[in-house]
Structure formats: structure tokens, C-alpha cells
């Protein structure tokens, strides 16, 4: 597991600049790999190619420095990830008289390439960003994972091109900040995160999941491609009994595929059906105790430890308990939401991040359960996606209209518990008479009404999810797959994973998620969707096919997820920071904010006529990250 950065000069420098340049890049990133560093420059007539990286030691801990240079030395890698069936590979490539130098899955994924070229991305089984130069096609090559667990980001300047792992590699070397980006600020503010292929800025990219891009050295252009073209699966004739069985098989091949490392692992129990299932395989396959670890609150109402101490007492694991305050919490608000690079509003990133500063003191890796409701169809989103089909044919929308207005004052709520007030309120929000429901449903922040009170004309975009709908080609989503494939591509990649990403490896802790494999998402896409979602149970057939291992009715017990109270922090500690950022002569001369709707919104949360709390942390994050990126004043 790695950071990398890169960068085309399109012209030929002095190897000093290109150095410099290089190491300012990865000390931004020295958190995702403090045990080693390595560079690459290489100069021609018309350009100077720079890539380096920064290493955290998984697998071959003593041989698999970078950058790894082919025999000929024309094609050189550096890579952040790993490659799940590299063993698998290997052995193909030296039945094929391949051979090996090292035992690290970074020169399997080299010698993958000289083989067969950019065709051996799509042979990788793995989460992974990379980068190849290959002097003799003189072209880089940058990937990225089916998923999008491993990040990238790219931008043309009038005279070089950059690609790094994050976002702050890139920013700090430009010598002009770019400016904000209008989808990407209408995304945020709809989404409360930035899916790609779009950021903040204007000018920055990221590289889109299971894509990857050519850049050509002789023309200075590029080209995108997908690696995996993903189709619209067919629904095969399976009986539910052979696919739980297959379910259950396809789960446990993927734990152990994920759990391969020369350095100590654990896994994230949250005491959830997604994290209890990945313990308990681990600890099945393993003939040790394996290490497992939840955090708690010291607030009962957010506490829900007692589920994880029920599965590792199950287990028989070493379980490590870490119990911390709103203070813990707090404290951290900072260092996290400004590692993002960009605005951010997920608030669970912030105990997502203490936990696995905890967990880092114990071991460098944890296996997580992300994925396992986009995989299985998990998110109460999906259930009102299908609910809403069937309300809309039965309630007239002016009957729906009064429901409404009514819930609107019944409803109030003057916490922000996502109680069932929030989700009555979120539910019959989201209800929708045109096709454009499902894009209500994931909308976390700002409804498309909100959005024209919230910013001034300049900043506005009307058609916030066009790209996607095109990238999809699902307009107008009405089931179970449009639903999950939709999220594959937006909250998943821009998100989840991001949060994941951003908060382990700030810690320089490796996090790998066991549900996100491609032959196990394939497999789930072309199931019958009441194997999935039978009535109101949710991912029905992963919790049947693990069921008979657990006390009964233990997977079907509701959890509520990493909730943080930041509504109460916006009134309380908070609250004077929020004050400055909503200033009057601060909204009007940042020039992106209609005033008179940010003073509502913030008044009637502070006052507690309503509880704004998600479009409001929303608005806090967004001035977090602007003051300290342009630091207008």
C-alpha cells in the first residue's frame, strides 16, 4: 500500500527541478507509506517524465521497493494497492517461462504489463492506482480499480501534467489555484461529497473507477478508457438454495483472498451483518485468535458496542474496545475534514478515522464491510426506491401534497437523530411523480428546490446528475439494479470509499473490503432482486446464507452506524465558527452564497425551529475547506 505521484514535463528539465519538485509531492503523502520513498525521472528531447511514491510495507516487505523497472528498463511502475490474486498470476507467468525476482504482487503487475500490455488491467483482481511509463510506445499508462478503492487525480497545465493520489500533491505544486468547479460544487451540495470524474476545482480530475488513461508523450494528449465494460447483466435461472450456497463460498474465497499479508491484520467489527460476517470467515479460516476492534461512544443513544462484544465472543477473538467522547471526536474535526482536499460532509468519517487510529497501534491492516449494502442491496434507499413505485400508483400526488404539508409540522424534529422522524420526513421528501425519485433519494444535503435559495446565479447548475445518468445510461431508475449500479458509481466511489480511504491511510493503516469483489458484484447483479430484498428484509440472501453461524435473529437486529452529533456541535461549540463563516460581509464578498437563505437556514437551526443539521454541517465543511485552500481575507 502506497501513495504515488507523477508528473510530464512538457519540455526537458533539469533532473534538480524535476527532483525537487517530485520529493514536495510525496511529502504530502507521507502518511500513506512512512516506510519508504522512491523516484524515477527520465528525460527525452521534447519532455521529462517524474513519478515517485511513498511505500507502507504489506506484502515482501524487503524486496518490493519501487520504483520496479523491467529487465530492459523501458517500462517502469510505481503502484498504490494490492493485487488480491498476484500468487495466481505469478504462476501462470512463469508457466509461460516468466521470470521473478521478488515476491511482491508490484512485479507481477509489472510482468503482467509487459505480457500483455494495458490489456493486464483487467486481469487484476484487486484495489489499486498506478502509473507506467513505457519508453518504447513513449506513453504513460494511469489506472484505477474496479471499485475506486484507491484514489486519482490528474490536470493539464499549459506546460506539464500531473497525476497523484491525492489531491494536495497536485494543488500545492500549481502555481495558481483553479477555480471551483460549478458541477463539482453542485454535486457537494446536493451529494455532501464529489463523485468523479469531477472535484472542487475546474481544472482537476479524478480518474473514474475501473478506467484507465493513455497519455500519449509525442502529442501531449489523452485518451480514457474503461478496463471492465460493465453491461447490463442478464438475471440467470438459479434456485435460491444453490445461489445462497454459492454466496456463502464466494464470501469466504474473498476473505481469505484479502487476507494474504506479511505484517499483522485484523478486522473492524461494528458488531453490523457486513463486518460480523467478515470476522467470523477470518476467524474460521484462521488457526489463531485473529484481532478484532469496535469503537463505542460515551453517549448511550450513538453506543453500540454490545453487538460487537456478542460476535467476538462468538469468534473467540482478542477484541479491542476503544470508548470515546464528543471531546475525542472534536478535537480531531480539523486535522480530518482538511486531509479530504476538498469539501467533504460525511460525518461518520470522523469516528471512522479514530478508530482506525486506534486499530493502527495494534496492526497495519483491518479487513472492513464496506460494500456489503451496495453489493446486497442493504440501504433503506433501496426499499424506498421500490416503495415509491408502488406509492405513486396508488396516492394521488395532490393527496401526497397534503401528506405532506402536514408531516412538515408534525414531524419537526429538534435533534438530529436520523430517527423515524428523520426517515418519515426523508421518505415522503423524496416521494417523487417523475422518474427523477432516485436522484431525490441519494441527494444527503440540499434538495434541487434548496439549491437556488442556497447559491448565487454564477454558481447555480441546473442539471446536476446529467453525466451520470449518461455514464449509466439509467435516466430514469426504477429497480434494484439500476439503484446499486447507480451507487456503484457515485456514493460508493465518491463517498465510502473515500472516507475509508482518506481516514485509514491518514493513520497509515490499510483497509481492505472483502464484498467488493467484481466476480461477487457480477454475480449479484444477476440474481432474481427478491433473492436480495424479500419483502422489507434486506439482503436477504447473504444474511440466510450465514445465518445458521451466528445466535438466532442476530443478523436481522437493526444498527444504526457510525452517527455523530455535529447538529448539536453547530449549536453549541461549534457554533461561533459557524457564525464567522456565515457573516454577512464574509457571504458577500466570497460571492457564492444568496445570503438571505444561508442566514435562514442557520437561524432556524440554531433557534431549533428546524433541525438543518445535514445542510448545515454541509455549509461548515464547505467553509472549512474554502478558508483554508484561498484564504481570501
Sequence with gaps: MCGINGIVYKNSVEESVARRQLKS??????????????????????????????????????????????????????????????????????????????????????????????????????????????????????????????????????????WASELKSI???????????????????????????????????????????????????????????????????????????????????????????????????????????????????????????????????YDETDKSRIVAKLINSNHHEFIISETDLKSSVDEILLNFDEPFADSSSLPTYLVSNKTKAHVKVALTGDG??????????????????????????????????????????????????????????????????YWDIISLGFDKEDINALLSE???????????????????????????????????????LVKVDRTSMLNSLECRAPFLNREIFEFTMSLPEDYLMKKWNKKYILKEAFKNKFPDRFLEKSKHGFGVPVGDWLRQGLKDELLRYSDADFIEKQGIFNYSGIDALINNHLTGKADNTFKVWSFFCFQKWYLKTYNPF
Design 458 to 496: 454564477e454558481f447555480q447548475h441546473l442539471n446536476t446528475f446529467s453525466y451520470f445518468k449518461e455514464k449509466t445510461s439509467i435516466a430514469n431508475p426504477k429497480s434494484l439494479s439500476d439503484f446499486r449500479m447507480i451507487d456503484k458509481h457515485i456514493s460508493l466511489e465518491g463517498d465510502m
Design 372 to 437: 456489503g449494502d451496495e453489493i446486497f442491496g442493504g440501504y433503506n434507499k433501496y426499499y424506498i426506491g421500490k416503495l415509491n413505485r408502488k406509492y405513486t400508483s396508488l396516492v394521488p400526488e395532490f393527496v401526497h401534497n397534503s401528506i405532506s404539508n402536514v408531516s412538515n409540522s408534525v414531524l419537526r424534529r429538534k435533534d438530529d437523530n436520523r430517527g423515524y422522524k428523520y426517515k418519515i420526513n426523508k421518505l415522503l421528501k423524496s416521494i417523487d411523480y417523475s422518474d427523477e425519485y
Design 171 to 301: 494543488i500545492q505544486n500549481l502555481s495558481v489555484k483553479p477555480q471551483i468547479c460549478k458541477e463539482g460544487l453542485n454535486l457537494y451540495f446536493r451529494l455532501t461529497y464529489i463523485p468523479a470524474p469531477f472535484t472542487i476545482y475546474e481544472t482537476i480530475y479524478k480518474l473514474e473507477s475501473n478506467s484507465y488513461l493513455d497519455y500519449d508523450l509525442k502529442t501531449f494528449s489523452l485518451d480514457i478508457r474503461n478496463i471492465h465494460e460493465i453491461k447490463n447483466t442478464e438475471k440467470i435461472d438459479i434456485s435460491f438454495q444453490e445461489a445462497r450456497n454459492k454466496t456463502a463460498n464466494m464470501v469466504y474465497k474473498s476473505v481469505e483472498s484479502r487476507s494474504i499479508s506479511d505484517v499483522p491484520l485484523g478486522t473492524f467489527l461494528s458488531g453490523g451483518v457486513d463486518s460480523s460476517i467478515v470476522s467470523y470467515c477470518l476467524a474460521d479460516m484462521t488457526y489463531s485468535k485473529i484481532d478484532t476492534f469496535s469503537i463505542g461512544f460515551e453517549k448511550k443513544s
Design 25 to 162: 509531492m510525496n511529502d504530502l503523502i507521507i502518511h500513506r507509506g512512512p516506510d519508504d520513498e522512491g523516484n524515477y525521472i527520465k528525460s527525452s528531447d521534447n519532455h521529462t517524465v517524474a513519478m515517485g511514491m511513498r511505500r507502507l510495507s504489506i506484502i515482501d516487505l524487503h524486496t518490493g521497493n519501487q520504483p520496479m523497472f523491467s529487465e530492459d528498463e523501458q517500462i517502469t511502475l510505481v503502484f498504490n494497492g494490492e493485487i488480491y490474486n498476484f500468487k495466481k498470476l505469478r504462476e501462470e507467468l512463469v508457466s509461460k517461462g516468466v521470470k521473478f525476482a521478488t515476491k511482491s504482487d508490484t512485479e507481477v503487475v509489472l510482468k503482467l504489463y509487459e505480457t500483455y500490455g494495458e490489456q493486464s488491467f483487467a486481469m487484476l483482481d484487486g484495489m489499486f492506482g498506478l502509473s507506467i511509463h513505457d519508453k518504447k510506445r513513449d506513453k504513460i499508462f494511469i489506472a484505477r480499480d474496479f471499485f475506486g478503492e484507491k484514489p486519482l487525480y490528474y490536470t493539464h497545465t499549459s506546460n506539464s501534467f500531473f
